[in-house]
């Protein structure tokens, strides 16, 4: 009875600092993200906060390009920065699944999935995750990230907050930039 008493408060403690954790994350990205008004300015805040706070190796983000319906990785961070630009054929990227599905992906072991687009990547990440950017009930993008060590599910909560707010900064990002647009060219 003792023993399960302490196996019950060490869990209730384990849980509140992984809370503390997730609250303490939450807090950083939205503070940098205050410093950002555009939409380029905010995701190498993104991904950098990104890769701080989850202890990652690599990290990006990636979109359907609206001229070719392919995935681009817009920005990438770490051990993935050469693949920013890349262009993913949709039927082999990953990323195009977790846009349409709305659903995250997660492999503990990358260097063996087959559902890789890159898998030269795997040789510094040995697990992935990747969650979707919902802004408005609509999809605009996925955000990753590789790490040696395995992905939890406290990671992976971690990793969709930073989504949700990513997605909530970009959309009023976004939204500013065309009515700028519209008002600078009505001006004109």
Do not use: C, Y
């Not at 890769?51 to 817009?74: H, K, N, R």
């Not at 977790?98 to 990440?125: C, E, K, Y």
Request: charge should be negative; hydrophobic fraction near 50%; aromatic fraction near 2%.
């Amino acid at each position: 009875n003792q023993l399960l008493k302490m196996h019950g408060t060490i869990t209730d403690i384990t849980e509140r600092k992984q809370r503390e954790r997730e609250l303490e994350a939450i807090a950083a990205v939205s503070t940098a993200l205050r410093k950002a008004a555009t939409r380029a300015e905010m995701l190498p805040i993104i991904l950098d906060q990104l890769v701080s706070l989850l202890e990652a190796g690599a990290a990006s983000f990636d979109a359907v390009d609206p001229m070719t319906g392919d995935i681009v990785v817009e920005l990438a961070r770490g051990a993935w920065v050469a693949a920013t630009g890349s262009q993913i054929p949709l039927a082999r990227a990953l990323s195009a699944q977790v846009i349409s599905t709305g659903q995250a992906f997660v492999t503990q072991d990358a260097a063996t999935d087959q559902r890789m687009a890159f898998p030269d990547l795997a040789n510094h990440t040995r697990a992935m995750a990747a969650v979707p950017l919902i802004a408005r009930e609509k999809t605009i993008g996925a955000l990753w990230m590789g790490r040696a060590n395995e992905i939890t599910d406290s990671d992976l909560r971690l990793l969709t907050a930073i989504a949700d707010m990513a997605a909530s900064a970009i959309h009023r990002a976004a939204l500013h930039e065309h009515v700028a647009g519209v008002v600078a060219a009505e001006r004109d």
